[in-house]
Every structure is written in structure tokens, then in C-alpha cells.
């Protein structure tokens, strides 16, 4: 579990350098995600610091880059809210607090082994995520171009260069990998741009001029600089009183996080073609998390944005992740200077980049080609993404949604055939799922009181999958008996005919030697 630097599809080289080019990425990203939150930068930085370490130390998928995200800073946000109006500084405890809470409830989480619960994900649900994520990200990107002291749209020469500036940056990261893949082509264009903007193009702004304009956090000099925190307990709460909405909070910034984590080992995953460990990653996530509390940090989760970059540039490893966590500390500490006059064009221009690598462009040729019910569901979550800015309410709406097609869909394919018919007796064949939502289909194909005096209904390609259906079962033995004939099952697996006999139905079911031999839901205790 503790192998931090060992090599997995990759080189050492390659995660480096990787590493290096996702530390500033991560720079803007945790600064805007502090601002979201309501709190001072270096809290959304070191939150970067302590979740990317961490879990590139000790989760389940390598490669795999965490951070303070959007999602968890606006439901962080809340409890910052709360504490404010309690008292004033209780607005960091109360965050402090619900994130070491959230951490806890992940650890839970992933000791329950209940990671493997993202399988339940369907693939048009992975596709509208990604989709809605990358127009996310893409609007994300729009304040950029806005002038940071009047907060107008910028024109005529500013606009030009930012363009300009933003143009050559996707133009480096497409094209250098032609000519070499020595360097990652996004750490070369983040130096290039950065290197022209500062000789050539100094009015334009820089992470120095955002910091200096932030109205949440006030920082005249647009200074980046902190000392390593040191850890301490959140004060000042009333627990017997805010137990519950602490909770809560805690609760739903955990589930926010875990979802978008797994949702993005599993991208990760298809990328790699490798497979990661869900409940691994629950784990050092959760760690990750009560310590990014415990040091003052607000706490975070995978970030599918800089996950991209790093792969993308070459990092494979443990190592990549782990850089660029240290990466990210040096420069808090030690080159803030440096960090500051990285010039906003170049950054958005890196995730343009991330944008058009996000998007599954695949998607827009599906359309007559899938089943409509599907383009619907990538239409539903990706809306839903980009409408709420809720990752988790998206997957939620995206499960629910395919959950109630596939319910509505395989309703409709109960067939039932006859097979042999005489005038004694009557055998039909069944193929399909019988459950509650094709349980009524099953009973219309069925009239007691004028078939024949035996019939037999075969079971072989069909499966009883839950209580509804074996209640139709019995309910139309119950019609045939009371016609005065005679109805026999066969086929059915040894749990339906144990519970169908504990269900009191008097029908014959033949025991045969290639008898099914699946289970019915568990559902033993009901049908006592």
C-alpha cells in the first residue's frame, strides 16, 4: 500500500515534469475555489497541498490528481456562512470542522467497501458528466476576459492580447509534442506565454493582479506567500446544538466528493485502460480530507481537469501527484514571486486545452444512431452539470433517469409464446424480466377462465427477479385454481419455488435437472 514512488506506466522523468506543469495549474484553480468558498487563498492552496499528497500517496489511482474543487467549496461555503453569522472567525472553525467530519465519513465510506457502487453508473450518465463538466470548466474560464478593476468586458488592444496570448498557448500544447515530448507541452507554454507577457506585454494581468483584486479577500499587494501550517482543533462551536447541521454538511461534502473522485478514477481509468481502487481511494480521501482540516486547509477531492493535464503530459505514477503536491508547498512558500507573474492568458489557455481534451465529441455523432432514451439522459445530466454546478445532483438525476428507461423499456419485453396447445393441455414459454414493472403485461396474457384444463408455463427464458413478481405468480395460480384447472411452473430456481411454498401459492412447480439456479433479491424475510 505504501508504494509511493513506484513506477506504473511511466517514468520518473515523465511524472516530474508532469508533476511540475499540474502545480500551476493547481495555482488558479485552488485560488478562484477559495474565493467560491468565502475564504483566504492560502487556505484553498494548502487544502491542494494536503489532498494531492495524500492521496497521491496512498489512493487507489495513480495519476490521479486531488484538490480543492468547485463542488466541495460551494457546499464548504455554507458552513462558512453559518459560523459568520454565529460570531465572528467562527466561519473557519465551522469549515475546519465539517471537513475533518466529511474526511471521517469518507474513511467509513471506503472501510465498507462501498466504492464499488460507482458500477452502477451507466455510460450514458459517465458521458453527459464529462460533457457537463467540460462546459463547466469552459465558463469558468469567461471572468478572464473581464477587466479586473471595472469588471467590464475587455476590448479593443486588451482583448486582442489576451486572445493572442491565449491562442498561442493551445498552440503550443498541440503542436509541441510534434517536434518533442521532452518537456510536457503545457509546462513550455505556461513558460513561453509567461515569458513573452512579462518582456512584451506587461498590462497583461497576471495571478499577482487577481489576488489584488479579490473583493472577498482583500490583498492590496497581490502577495503569495504563507508559512507551513500547523495543525490545531476548531474551537469556539457549540456542539450540543450545531451537532446537526455539522453533520449534515459533513455528510453531503462527503458524498459530493466521493462521487466526483470515483467518476473521475473511473474517466481515468478508460484513459489508462488500467483499473484503480475505488474504496482505496475513499480512504485517502477521507484522510486526506481531516488532515486538510486539521492544518487549516478546506478540504477538496479529484480533480478531473488537472487529472487530464497530468496525464496528458505523461504522469502515470504516484510520483506525478506527489510533485506536484510538493511543487505547489515550494511555491507557497518559496516562489510566490515567481508564481505571481504567471499571466492569467497563459492559464486559460491550459484549460481551453483541458476543455477540448474533456469533451466526449464522440457524443454529438451518436445522435440517430442510440436509442433516443439515451441521447436523453446525456442531454439531462450534462444540463443539469452545467444548470446547477452540481456534480452529484447531476449523476443522481442521470441514474434515476436510466434506472426508470430501462424500467420502462424491459416492461415491454415480457413475451409469452405457446409452444405446444391441445385441447387437454397448453404449454407457453415466458423470456424476460419479471419484476414490478412487468408484472401487469405478464397477468394480461393470461385468461383462466377460457384456457384449456392443464397449462404449463415454462420458465427457462425468463428470470423472477422480485417480490412483485412472485406475488403475480401466485395471484395467477390463485385465478386458475379457482377456474378448477390445473397450473404447473416449471423452470423456476430453487429460491422462487422455496419462497413461493412460504408464500402459501398451491401451484405445482417441477423440479428439473437444468433448473435455474439464481436468487430472488433476498427478499426471504418478506416473503415470510
Known amino acids: 500500500m505504501f508504494d509511493l514512488f513506484r513506477k506504473k506506466n511511466g517514468n520518473y522523468k515523465d511524472d516530474t515534469l508532469s508533476g511540475l506543469t499540474v502545480a500551476l495549474a493547481l495555482v488558479p484553480e485552488a485560488i478562484a475555489f477559495s ?25 487507489g489511482r495513480p495519476g490521479m490528481i486531488s484538490g480543492a474543487t468547485g463542488a466541495i467549496a460551494v457546499v464548504a461555503g455554507k458552513a462558512v456562512q ?14 475546519f470542522a465539517v471537513i475533518m467530519l466529511a474526511g471521517a465519513i469518507q474513511i467509513l465510506f ?61 498552440l503550443i500544447i498541440q503542436f509541441l509534442p510534434l517536434l518533442t515530448k521532452a518537456v510536457p507541452s503545457a509546462l513550455a507554454a505556461i513558460v513561453t506565454v ?27 499587494e497581490g502577495k503569495l506567500s504563507g508559512a507551513f501550517p500547523l495543525p490545531a482543533l476548531p474551537t469556539g462551536i457549540a456542539w450540543a446544538t450545531e451537532w446537526g447541521f455539522l453533520l449534515k454538511t459533513a455528510f453531503i461534502v462527503a458524498m459530493v ?16 485502460e488500467t483499473r484503480g481502487g475505488g474504496n482505496r481511494e475513499c480512504i485517502a480521501q477521507g484522510g486526506a480530507n481531516f488532515l486538510s482540516g486539521l492544518f487549516g486547509g478546506m478540504g477538496g477531492c479529484a480533480m478531473i481537469g488537472q487529472s487530464l493535464i497530468n496525464i496528458k503530459s505523461g504522469g502515470r505514477g504516484r510520483t506525478s501527484g506527489i510533485v506536484a503536491a510538493v511543487a505547489l508547498a515550494c511555491f507557497i512558500m518559496f516562489a510566490g514571486p515567481v508564481i505571481e507573474k504567471i499571466p492569467v492568458a497563459a492559464l486559460v489557455g491550459v484549460m481551453f486545452m483541458v476543455v477540448i481534451g474533456t469533451f466526449e465529441w464522440s457524443s454529438l455523432r ?14 439531462a445530466v450534462t444540463l443539469t452539470t452545467v444548470i446547477l454546478h452540481d456534480l452529484a445532483t447531476a449523476v443522481f438525476v442521470g441514474i434515476i433517469l436510466s434506472a426508470l428507461v430501462f424500467a420502462w423499456e424491459s ?25 414490478f414493472g412487468s408484472v401487469r403485461e405478464f397477468a394480461e396474457h393470461f385468461q383462466a377462465k377460457s384456457d384449456v384444463p392443464n397449462i404449463v408455463i415454462d420458465f427457462a427464458g425468463a428470470r423472477v427477479c422480485d417480490l412483485s413478481a412472485l406475488e403475480a405468480i401466485n395471484a395467477l395460480a390463485g385465478r386458475y385454481r379457482a377456474a378448477g384447472k390445473n397450473l404447473r411452473l416449471r ?13 402459501g401459492a398451491m401451484v405445482e412447480v417441477e423440479v428439473l435437472p437444468d433448473d435455474p439456479a439464481y436468487s430472488v433479491a433476498n427478499l426471504r424475510a418478506d416473503a415470510r
Request: glycine fraction near 10%; hydrophobic fraction near 50%.
Open 110 to 170: 471506503g472501510l465498507c467497501k462501498l466504492g464499488r457502487f460507482i458500477r452502477l453508473v451507466p455510460h450514458p450518465v459517465m458521458i453527459g458528466f464529462v460533457n457537463g463538466l467540460a462546459i463547466v470548466i469552459l465558463m469558468a474560464q469567461f471572468p478572464s476576459f473581464r477587466d479586473l478593476g471595472t469588471g467590464q468586458w475587455l476590448s479593443g488592444a486588451p482583448l486582442f492580447t489576451m486572445l493572442g496570448l491565449v491562442a498561442l498557448t493551445m
Open 194 to 220: 509567461g515569458l513573452i507577457a512579462y518582456f512584451f506585454f506587461k498590462d497583461s494581468a497576471t495571478v499577482s493582479d487577481v489576488l489584488a483584486s479579490s473583493k472577498v479577500n482583500p490583498n492590496p
Open 366 to 379: 451518436t445522435f440517430g444512431k442510440v436509442p433516443f432514451s439515451e441521447i436523453i439522459v446525456i442531454v
Open 82 to 95: 453559518h459560523g459568520d453569522k454565529l460570531g465572528e472567525g467562527l466561519g473557519m472553525q465551522y469549515l
Open 257 to 272: 466528493g466521493i462521487i466526483e473522485s470515483l467518476m473521475t478514477l473511473q474517466l481515468i481509468d478508460e484513459i489508462t
Open 35 to 59: 474565493f467560491a468558498a468565502g475564504v483566504d487563498p492560502l487556505v484553498g492552496l494548502w487544502a491542494a497541498v494536503f489532498m494531492g499528497f495524500i492521496t497521491a500517496a496512498f489512493g
Open 411 to 435: 416492461s415491454k419485453h415480457v413475451i409469452v409464446k405457446v409452444e405446444k396447445e391441445s385441447a387437454d393441455e397448453k404449454i407457453y414459454s415466458l423470456e424476460g424480466l419479471l419484476y
Open 491 to 503: 423452470h423456476l430456481s430453487a429460491d422462487c419455488r422455496n419462497m413461493l411454498e412460504r408464500a
